[in-house]
């Protein structure tokens, strides 16, 4: 994979008949499923059928399994995501019929024009802080359009077409693609190493997010987390621009101050200083912080406040980020997207929380037992003392192979780099064959403990199996 490179933005009333390859991907299929909504003719093809192939065929899309040129049929317009390989046949077609070929942060880019724009970035958080505005906001009865790079717990949906005039999405850094869009707010909520087998080093991960502030439209807003060192450089950068900047976090001098996180049950509640107190109810001090860069957003829009808090106290999550999969013998089991050791920090902590509170409240004291799949080669390599690090937060670690997903192997780079850091103190088990790890994780988990499967590849599958093996023991 690579940095892509930000073209001209095609109104969405001219792409024509739009093809997309690879269509039931979550950010994909978000963005067929708002151009139905607008009437635009969609197909759309992929390597295998899924539930979201079937929605977006119900919604009109004439949709495929598997890759074929004549998929391809009389599109105007073809849709394709950075991990389509040059060789596919569809983009082959494509490529000899001399069809507009758009990169997927391209076509949303189209579906935003026209809209108040604001694209949420950040290293972490940027997919729980979109789903959170897009649920304060139509609470507030804004009803945005929105793109999330994941799904609403409530809704099982990740995009959609709103009646409103503001359009949310998520802004990925990861292959540069959120140079395509101009928003008239942006939020960065961090910024740290990541990604650098684009990027080659830290130093050109800041210098694009410099260029994602520079595109926020002249008069627009960037809110910027105070608590992040190069967010807060970010927010220099803007104000030098004649941009409007609103800061939040727990740091003295934020503008939307965060004080007296309290942890309640898989939630919390905290105060935001020029804003009141909020009630949350998906747990964590970081989802607190994504709170209030939801309420700055909220106030840049000149969104009731009040409509906003109770937007947050509904907000059920998004699927994959601490997202509770059930209890069976005593023992919780939960799911997370955390790939970066300061996700896996972020998650583990909230975990200690809840934990701690149901001791408090006279439960078992449970322990925190965390499968943890590595994802992707380079990060493996970058991370591995880091990752084993924030492992040691747990009480007992069950480490997988890495998930390579577009990479190829790297020799000695395996998942025992991890289970190797992990503190003394923490249990480490190193479970290179997939299929055991359920059992392993079952005979681990004692009652009152939490098992949370961590990683972005397919150990987000591994919960239900954990939960049936811990019912039939």
Known sequence: ????????????????????????????????????????????????????????????????????????????????????????????????????????????????????????????????????????????????????????????????????????????????????????????????????????????????????????????????GADDPVAMELAEHARARGLTVRTYGEADGADLRVTGFTPRGLGSRFRIEGAGEVALGVPGRHNALNAAAVVAVAQALGVDGAAVREGLAAFGGAMRRLERKGEAGGVEVFDSYAHHPTELTADLEATRDYLGEKAASGGAPGRIVAVFQPHLYSRTRFFAAEFGAALGMADVAVVL?????????????????????????????????????????????????????????DVTALGPLVLERLASR
């Open 1 to 224: 994979m690579s940095l892509i490179d930000p073209g001209e933005v095609v109104p969405a009333g001219e792409l024509g008949r739009v093809h997309f390859i690879a269509i039931g991907g979550a950010g994909m299929s978000g963005i067929a499923r708002i151009m139905l909504r607008r009437g635009i003719a969609v197909s759309g093809s992929d390597a295998r059928d899924s539930e979201l192939l079937g929605q977006l065929g119900d919604l009109g899309a004439k949709v495929f399994v598997g890759h074929d040129a004549a998929h391809v049929g009389d599109a105007d317009t073809v849709v394709v995501s950075t991990a389509i390989r040059e060789a596919n046949p569809e983009l082959v077609a494509a490529r000899e019929r001399g069809l507009r070929v758009l990169h997927r942060s391209a076509a949303l880019a189209s579906l935003m024009e026209g809209r108040r724009a604001v694209a949420v970035a950040g290293t972490h958080g940027k997919t729980t802080t979109t789903s959170m505005l897009t649920v304060a906001l139509q609470h507030a009865g804004a009803d945005p359009s929105y793109c999330i790079g994941g799904q609403l717990v409530t809704t099982g949906l990740g995009a959609d077409e709103g009646t409103g005039d503001v359009f949310v999405a998520e802004a990925d850094e990861s292959d540069g693609s959120f140079l395509m869009y101009t928003p008239h707010i942006a939020v960065v909520t961090n910024v740290e190493a990541d990604h650098l087998d684009n990027y080659g080093g830290f130093e050109m991960v800041k210098e694009n997010f410099a260029r994602f502030v520079d595109r926020i439209e002249p008069g627009g807003t960037l809110v910027a």
């Open 401 to 457: 192979d890495v998930y390579g997903a577009r990479e190829d192997p790297e020799p000695g780079v395996t998942g025992a780099l991890v289970a190797d850091a992990v503190p003394a103190g923490t249990e480490t088990v190193y479970a290179p064959v997939r299929d055991e790890v359920p059992g392993l994780a079952a005979s681990l988990a004692r009652p009152g403990d939490v098992v949370i499967t961590l990683g972005a590849g």
